[in-house]
């Protein structure tokens, strides 16, 4: 994918770094969801940021059941400790590469929205 172009205003900047840092606030799937769709027609790289953090959160819940059904057999209990670290030091590091206009590409992501 190619990186969308910087934005211009520091509303957009916000947008931006509020998409990655909804883990946080509570609404994983459902701020960056309504940022995409409200910016895909305005600012790519608000929507660009946006779709990037809503492929990582649906990619966190589909990681989180299968963790759950490794519970079964132990190993999940691991899994699920791992996968809520990483979510939160990869969540940290968008939204300070986000806050620098740059654009971060969560690893291990189902790219599920294009």
Known sequence: ???PPSPVG??????CVLSH??????VGILLPLIIYWVK???NAWVAGHAKEALNFHITLFLYGLAGLL???FFIGFFFLWA???AS???SIIASVEAAKDRFFRYPLTIRIVS
């Open 21 to 26: 840092l909804s883990l946080f606030l509570g």
């Open 83 to 85: 996968l809520g670290l």
């Open 88 to 90: 939160v030091i990869c």
């Open 70 to 72: 490794l519970c079964l």
């Open 10 to 15: 520091s509303d957009d900047k916000i947008w």
């Open 40 to 42: 895909k027609q305005d």
């Open 1 to 3: 994918m190619d990186t």
